[in-house]
Structures are given as structure tokens and as C-alpha cells.
């Protein structure tokens, strides 16, 4: 009998524990960094996370620590399942734990602020490893649905394909089908830019503005991924898969995501700080919209509608102006 693949899934947030669960059913022995203690003993002892997955019984192969180093000895795999925007210091600080050889998989879907890096990026830059022990999985998976073991699909992207077969063995179960891919600046960027077009539709629909401008801004939205993902070297058809219609459409169209929440608030005409007051978890796309559009500014791409959003959310630009500006720009081409 085979030993059990051993994954440290760095992170208790619902996505983090949810993959930790797809891990576990898939048979592997997973453990789960908590911040706090507390959680920690309470996912030991009851097998639910009360604070972001209540209800959901737990597998038995997956145990919770608050200790990095036992979470991490002789992991297979490190699941990377926290705010992007925290990944730079917190993976400095858990560098000198690392299993030799591990391989470093994000769940994170965000551009870092200041450096624009992209998560596998930052990952590289700490861990100072190659593009081949890097993974990222992404596509339609709303924690929530997952958790309930509800039919889901994904994508596990590395350089190396055979990286991506292995962690795609690894996370494969009844309910969870994972494809490979290598196309990493793709999967990034799709799962990025989603979150910040989810802040836009969730603003329209606030606003009550209809299912034309919902489609509208998906397709659009879409469009501006794509041309970022162009220049920087990513398969164009990489935007019609998983990683970026399937995701871009459950971000979209679902009051389990937090950023088309988060976004239908700003809408309704709360403020920002409002709008996060009320907010449980981390919307990424509040500080990706400022991060994905200094990348796009970088490489000379167009991208109106996260322009549009990192006004509303940044600038306290009045959605109904900003929506006025969107939308009496210069006529143009669809394909440009």
C-alpha cells in the first residue's frame, strides 16, 4: 500500500479549506496552518471551521496546527492559501521550514501592489525557485459549492507538466476534476482580472442596471483579460477555458462571490468603508483593480473597465459618473 501524499495547506480561509477537503477525499494527508490557536483546537475537536466553512464535517485525514513547521514537515506539495497581498512576508518568514523539493502550489488570485508581480511570480522571487516547482490552481470554485462537494472542475497550471499531473493526481475526486495546463501567465491572469470584473458587474447590478450590461461587461471584460494576457506572452485560448470564462462567469453571476458582493454593495450606494465593515473575508479585486491596471499601464494595454472599478473603489468616484465615462468613450471595433 502506497504512503499518502502529505500536503500543508498554508491558510484556514473557506477556499483554503475547501481544497484542503478535495485533497483529503482525493487521499491524501493534509494539514492546515491556522493564524490563530484557537481555530485550530476547534477544527481538531469538532471537524467543522466555524468561522469560515460552518456546517461542513471535515475529513478525518485532515488535521489543523497552528504550528508552521509540523504543517509543513515533509509536504509533498504547499498549498499557498492566503491574501495575495500578504504572500511576500509570509512566505519569507516560512522559507527556512520548507519540505527539500516541495512544490509550491498558489490558490491565490490577485497582482501584487507596487511590484505588479503575479503570485507565481512573487513565489519564484522568495522561494528563489524555478518556474518548475511552482504550480497554481484555478477556475470555477466557489468555496462554498466545493465544500459541499457540489460538481466542480479546475485548472492545475505549471511550466512543468509533469509537476501539473502529479498535483492533478492529487486533487482528483468524484466531484473535483482538475485538467492540466502550462500556461501559467494565463491561469494568473485570468483569475486576477475576475475578480476586479466581478467588482464591476456586482456594481451594476447594485446600480439595477439589467442582464445587458451584466453581459456586457463579462464579454468586455473578458476582452480587456485577453489583451493583457497577449503582451505578456499568454495563450489566447487559455481565456476561453477554465481559468478564464468559467471563472470569470461563476465570479459574475453568483451571491457566493465576494467581489460581485462586495461590488452590488458599492452599487446600492454604500461607501467603501461601509461596504467593508460588512465584509467577512478578502474581496482581492479591492486591491487587484490598483495593481492589475499599474501592470496594464506598464505594457501599454487598454483596460476601461478596471480603470472604471479602481475609480469607483479608490478615487470615490460616484458609480453613476464613472458608468457615464465608460460609456461615452470613442467608438471602436469589437476585436480591438
Not at 466557489?142 to 485548472?155: D, F, G, K, Q, S
Not at 468559467?246 to 467581489?259: E, I, Q, Y
Request: negative net charge.
Amino acid at each position: 500500500m502506497s504512503t499518502p501524499v502529505r500536503v500543508a495547506v498554508m491558510g484556514t480561509g473557506s477556499w483554503g479549506t475547501a481544497f484542503g477537503m478535495v485533497l483529503a477525499d482525493a487521499g491524501c494527508e493534509v494539514t492546515l496552518w491556522a493564524r490563530r490557536p484557537q481555530l485550530a483546537e476547534t477544527v481538531n475537536s469538532t471537524r467543522v471551521n466555524p468561522d469560515y466553512l460552518p456546517g461542513v464535517e471535515l475529513p478525518k485525514n485532515l488535521r489543523a496546527t497552528a504550528d508552521a513547521a509540523e504543517a509543513l514537515r515533509d509536504a509533498e506539495f504547499t498549498v499557498l492559501a492566503i491574501p495575495s497581498q500578504s504572500l511576500r512576508e509570509n512566505l519569507a518568514e516560512w522559507l527556512p521550514l520548507l519540505a527539500p523539493g516541495t512544490v509550491l502550489v498558489s490558490l491565490m488570485k490577485g497582482v501584487e501592489l507596487g511590484s505588479a508581480m503575479r503570485m507565481s511570480e512573487v513565489i519564484e522571487d522568495v522561494a528563489k525557485v524555478g518556474a518548475d516547482r511552482v504550480a497554481v490552481v484555478t477556475g470555477p470554485n466557489l468555496a462554498r459549492e466545493v465544500a459541499a462537494r457540489m460538481p466542480a472542475a479546475a485548472v492545475v497550471a505549471c511550466a512543468d507538466e509533469a509537476v501539473a499531473r502529479r498535483l492533478q493526481a492529487a486533487c482528483h475526486t468524484p466531484y473535483f476534476r482538475p485538467y492540466t495546463e502550462t500556461d501559467v501567465v494565463g491561469c494568473e491572469l485570468g483569475g486576477a482580472v475576475k475578480n476586479v470584473i466581478g467588482l464591476a458587474v456586482g456594481i451594476a447590478d447594485g446600480m439595477g442596471l439589467g442582464d445587458n450590461a451584466k453581459g456586457s461587461l463579462i464579454t468586455r471584460g473578458l476582452a480587456e483579460t485577453a489583451r493583457l494576457g497577449t503582451v505578456l506572452g499568454a495563450d489566447p485560448l487559455t481565456f476561453s477555458g477554465l481559468a478564464g470564462l468559467g471563472d470569470l462567469v461563476a465570479t459574475c453571476s453568483s451571491p457566493l462571490s465576494r467581489n460581485h458582493t462586495f461590488g452590488t454593495n458599492l452599487g446600492k450606494g454604500m461607501t467603501l468603508e461601509e461596504t467593508i465593515a460588512v465584509t467577512e473575508q478578502t474581496a482581492e479585486g479591492v486591491k487587484s483593480c490598483e495593481s492589475v491596471l499599474d501592470l496594464a499601464r506598464r505594457h501599454g494595454v487598454d483596460m476601461p473597465i478596471t480603470e472604471t472599478v479602481a475609480g469607483i473603489v479608490h478615487e470615490g468616484k460616484p458609480p453613476v459618473v464613472a458608468l457615464k465615462e465608460l460609456m461615452s468613450r470613442s467608438a471602436k471595433p469589437e476585436r480591438r
